[in-house]
């Protein structure tokens, strides 16, 4: 797969291809780029608790925010190829937009719950996927 191939994915991809090449790679850049922000002191991590409450804020730094606009092309673009793996649209995105149940929900349908077995208006299951046989062969009876 190149980085093209990577940055931008159309038709579908299987759960394994999206949390190991998607999920953890972009969460890690994340972290790193985080982390060098704090090293270099251009983020600040501040954190309060009192006995009713805690609260905390986080500034980001100017590698954390490039490192952030950089993937979120490649964040979107695997999960839409998801969800067509699922048999949606990319308008299930719009779930989002509802506060935490729309995240909860997006994570299910993306990260947890297998893909269509056969083909569906997306394209072919993808490789490594459920093998779906081919109706112009005669099958055998079982």
Known sequence: MSFGQWYLRRGRITRRTYWLHYVLPITALGVLAFL???ALGLATLDGSASSNSASGSVQL?????IVSLLTVVPSISSQVTRLHDRGHSAWWLMFALIPLVGAILLLV????LRGDGGPNRYGPPPAGGTPVPDPSYPQPYA
């Open 36 to 38: 060098a922000d704090l």
């Open 61 to 65: 730094g100017w590698i954390s925010i």
């Open 109 to 112: 349908q993306t990260g947890f």
